[in-house]
């Protein structure tokens, strides 16, 4: 295998750096704490070493020829990832698992996820999440077939340690000019019977009977919440939506709430599984904290 033996160093290319952003060798010594002689050796060996030219003086100021503007730019990538190099070593160190596997149902509200997220990383930068969105999770096969070291989903499967995280407002809802509207009073189930349902997909449900709760003449299944927002908007037919991701639809007049003599509203409760408590390390328990914490906050308001 050919080796190939760089004729310069990382710390040439921050030395430089330094000299630019600084405007001067005066001020880079200064962070640098090193003499300005010293500085001005390096990135003479540096220019030495590559045959051109990287900087030049106008005034007091040291400046980037157009040479070394191109490759300063290709070395702070250098620069920048053995910055991560080091932090994830750090990382390691400390024991804390450079990769955390975190699988989220759709429902779970985004804000609260980027929240959480933003957390764990204050703590922990050096560590890669993977995340997985999906609608209506299936908790079980995601933990059994280890796709994931997390889940947030709408089941506790048997087997697993899970806790409460908060609960999901679906409202029955369709389009202000759908029929249902015009009837002018509470409606009942047999109402709803003669009326394109809009159902979110369900991966927990294994046959018909299980999502036999509502029973329409017409049954049209979306994958995506989006996809269920934009059908009901239309006036294709209505829905149980979660009222986090309808607000603008409620307030625009672009959604309206059906009025159920019952079940107007569902509570989708979801929790916060671990694949393995026992066996997790400081990663996966910190951004397991940081979404405890962030729907914890919620449920304060």
């Given at each position: 295998m050919n080796t190939v033996h760089p004729r310069t160093s990382l710390e040439q290319w921050l030395v430089l750096q330094v000299v630019v952003e600084a405007g001067g060798y005066a001020r880079a010594s200064e962070i640098?704490?090193?003499s300005q002689s010293s500085l001005s050796y390096t990135?003479?060996?540096?220019?030495?070493?590559?045959?051109?030219?990287?900087?030049?003086?106008e005034g007091r100021r040291?400046?980037?020829t157009e040479v070394g503007a191109v490759l300063l730019a290709e070395a702070k990538s250098l620069l920048a990832g053995m910055g991560k190099l080091e932090a994830l070593a750090g990382t390691l160190a400390r024991g804390l698992e450079p990769r955390v596997r975190l699988s989220v149902e759709s429902l779970f509200p985004k804000p609260l996820l980027f929240e959480a997220l933003a957390q764990f990383h204050q703590s922990a930068e050096a560590t890669y999440v993977e995340l997985r969105e999906t609608m209506r999770l299936d908790v079980a096969a995601e933990l059994v077939e280890d796709r994931c070291d997390l889940c947030v989903g709408i089941t506790i499967p048997s087997g697993y340690l899970?806790?409460?995280l908060l609960d999901v407002e679906l409202i029955a809802v369709a389009a202000p000019t759908h029929r249902l509207h015009g009837l002018g009073r509470a409606l009942s189930r047999?109402?709803?019977?003669?009326?394109?349902?809009?159902a979110l997909e369900d991966a927990t449900a294994k046959s018909p009977a299980s999502r036999s709760w509502l029973v329409t003449n017409q049954r049209w299944t979306m994958s995506t919440v989006e996809s269920a927002i934009a059908a009901v908007c239309s006036g294709m037919g209505f829905a149980w939506l979660p009222r986090h991701r309808i607000e603008e639809h409620l307030q625009s007049g672009a959604l309206k709430p059906l009025v159920l003599k019952t079940g107007g509203v569902r509570l989708v409760h979801l929790y916060l599984v671990h694949a393995s408590a026992r066996q997790a390390g400081p990663s996966t328990l910190g951004l397991a904290e940081a979404i405890q914490s962030v729907c914890a906050s919620q449920r304060l308001v």
């Open positions: 640098l704490h090193r990135t003479s060996q540096l220019q030495q070493r590559l045959g051109v030219q990287l900087l030049r003086t040291a400046v980037l899970g806790d409460p047999d109402d709803l019977m003669h009326e394109v349902f809009i």
